[in-house]
């Protein structure tokens, strides 16, 4: 078993490289060192995700003093996605295969001196659609249950389980006979509410443009209808129960256009005061405590990221945290059961960040281990917020990384457009992506065009109805212009990159905006907008509706034409490169060989570096791997494009 931990006490060794040019590709982008730490429960352990097999599994070693490190375990096919711990001796996780979206969970049992992993729920992924599991409450007052959501009775529509840990799925009865169903969808419900408890209280039913809000009190045996809407009106969203049980902590745009957080009472169906909003940008995060049974703060992103605090000892303790690292961002990404021991992850967006341990009973700090220690921060590049006015007077945000050691002035370009497009939009911090971009070279961009999500309805709504490869691609064009307007970019030599929709916007910009871009990469993109409707997974299929408003309808051919570039490939000037994952749930491989066959038709035919499909991959590459393979063919491609 190659193990990645084995010097995890040793002392730091960064590199020392001549510049930031010497960094090899690989040391961007191979998985890092240490990520995700975890505290049990008891805060005694410390769960980890580390290099193992040449895959992100899972390491534990003993809070004090760092002792007893172990892999517990070994895989070497499937990275781990995510992990949390369900007790103080079981980790469950949940991984999928090759990219398809059908998450199963599984657990460990960390006590155990050979630690088997357990299948909890199995997914599915097949002809009758994605069967997926996820964990919705991990009932940390019940050390031998959580609570899932999963499809597997109708791909469409998620029941709720009470799972017994001390359980196991049969792989040939497709069944674990010890999960309890707690709540069954009755066809139309897509999310679920829970307490903090565990009780099963509220539920979102869609119906085409129709919403449902479903509620029952503590003890009530069925639903009542509360609220009805439209998904795209302006409403509410619920966050998270207070402690009480009762009154519900809810995202709200009525009467205002940015969502903020207010309290909300179901039993009258009244929202109560505002507790915190932004006159910019919507807010959501909710930071809670289970120990205090109170609301401490509220997280945001303006340009950079915020918190406001509603309790002064928390305020205080943050701000010595922060005081202790100067111009660094100190957040705490996990806590011990009684709130005295904190994993703290402190970070830059040149720096992708170190973990600490922070006491509040001894009130000190130990350093624990950096995530990619290999990546000396003193020869990686700024991240700064910026703003410009679009052609039809909208003010677009975004965010520019320019090289750290050139004058900033006339440098080549890479648009890097975001994926979704709705409800996402891109923040400042560190980027993999951007940093080793920077280090060849090259300025980045991040453009938050009209449909991304984050700063109010109004502005999310401009991009519906047919605004793919119009309105929104303008307001990439438009921050070219902006760029080189102000000295920063060099108008001859500027890429756009992207993935998903990202890579839809880099097709769109070949087309429609031919003479702009020297060159483009389309990573898992959409090309054929009908057939992102045609093919869409069926558990996507009740957000149907919802899309056609957004996108455009699909039975409208002539807006379906015009918007895809697939239809526009003989417009096409720059050299292009395709990425693509074979097992892509969400935009199917067809997008990439329709495309490529349409180049071939007009004689041009993509080399090794310039097509890349891999058959073990979704929506995005997770294998290191196919990473370093992809960005060492993307180095190749932006130097002989756009030096």
Not at 65 to 87: E, V
Not at 223 to 247: C, H, M, Q, W
Not at 422 to 435: A, F, I, L, P
Not at 458 to 467: D, R
């Amino acid at each position: 078993m190659k193990l990645g931990v084995a010097l995890f006490l040793a002392v730091a060794s960064q590199a020392i490289w001549a510049k930031a040019s010497d960094i090899p590709v690989k040391d961007f982008f191979r998985n890092p060192e240490f990520t995700g730490l975890q505290l049990s429960p008891d805060g005694k352990h410390i769960a980890v995700l580390s290099p193992v097999n040449n895959r992100r599994n899972i390491v534990i070693m003993d809070t004090d003093g760092l002792k007893n490190i172990r892999p517990i375990t070994g895989l070497s096919k499937q990275d781990i996605g995510g992990f949390f711990w369900a007790n103080n001796k079981d980790i469950v996780f949940t991984m999928d295969s090759d990219g398809n979206e059908a998450f199963s969970i599984f657990k460990v049992d960390t006590s155990l001196k050979k630690p088997k992993i357990i299948q909890l729920v199995g997914a599915t992924a097949g002809a009758s659609g994605i069967r997926s599991a996820s964990t919705v409450h991990t009932l940390p007052e019940d050390p031998d249950h959580i609570i899932v959501q999963f499809n597997q009775r109708r791909v469409k529509a998620p029941d709720l389980y009470k799972l017994n840990l001390d359980s196991r799925w049969s792989n040939k009865r497709k069944k674990n006979s010890k999960m309890k169903l707690i709540a069954k969808n009755p066809g139309d419900v897509q999310g679920w509410l829970v307490d903090h408890d565990g009780d099963v209280r509220g539920a979102f039913s869609i119906n085409g443009l129709k919403g449902k809000f479903h509620y029952k009190a503590k003890g009530e045996k069925d639903f009542r209808v509360i609220r009805e809407f439209n998904v795209e009106d302006e409403g509410i969203s619920p966050l998270a129960f207070d402690y009480d049980n009762k009154t519900m902590f809810v995202n709200s745009n009525i009467g205002r256009d940015k969502n903020a957080v207010y309290r909300y009472d179901p039993e009258t169906n009244k929202l109560g005061d505002m507790i915190f909003g932004h006159e910019i940008v919507d807010v959501a995060g909710l930071w809670m405590s289970r120990k205090q049974k109170k609301l401490l703060g509220i997280s945001y992103i303006h340009e950079y990221p915020e918190t406001v605090y509603f309790d002064d000892a928390t305020e205080k303790m943050m701000k010595k945290l922060q005081d202790a690292f100067p111009g660094k961002r100190v957040n705490i990404s996990s806590q011990s059961k009684d709130e005295m021991l904190n994993i703290i992850v402190v970070s830059n967006d040149n720096d992708p960040g170190k973990y600490f341990l922070f006491d509040r009973n001894k009130n000190n700090v130990i350093p624990l281990v950096p995530r990619m220690d290999w990546l000396n921060p003193d020869y990686l590049s700024p991240m700064k917020a910026i703003k410009f006015t679009s052609r039809d007077g909208l003010t677009i945000h975004g965010y520019l990384t320019i090289p750290k050691d050139s004058d900033g002035k006339n440098l080549p370009l890479i648009v890097n457009p975001h994926g979704g497009p709705y409800g996402v939009r891109d923040t400042w911090g560190y980027n993999s992506e951007h940093q080793f971009f920077a280090s060849r070279g090259y300025a980045t961009v991040q453009v938050n065009f009209r449909g991304s999500g984050g700063y109010g309805r109004n502005f999310q709504q401009a991009g519906y109805g047919g605004k793919w490869g119009a309105e929104m691609q303008h307001d990439l064009t438009d921050a070219v212009k902006y760029l080189v307007k102000e000295g920063i970019a060099d108008p001859k030599r500027v890429c756009i990159y992207g993935a998903s929709y990202g890579g839809y916007a880099t097709m769109a910009g070949l087309t429609f905006t031919p003479d702009l871009y020297k060159c483009g990469i389309n990573y898992v993109g959409v090309t054929d907008v009908g057939l992102l409707f045609t093919s869409m997974p069926k558990h996507w299929e009740p957000a149907k509706e919802q899309l056609k408003l957004r996108i455009g309808d699909p039975e409208d051919k002539e807006l379906m034409n015009r918007m895809s570039p697939l239809a526009h490939v003989d417009k096409i000037k720059a050299p292009l490169m395709i990425v693509q994952g074979a097992k892509d749930p969400r935009v199917v491989k067809q997008h990439a060989t329709d495309l490529r066959d349409a180049l071939e038709d007009r004689g041009i035919k993509l080399n090794d570096d310039e097509w890349i499909m891999k058959n073990d991959e979704g929506h995005g590459f997770r294998k290191e791997e196919n990473r370093i393979e992809l960005y060492t063919k993307m180095e190749k491609f932006l130097a002989k494009h756009l030096k």
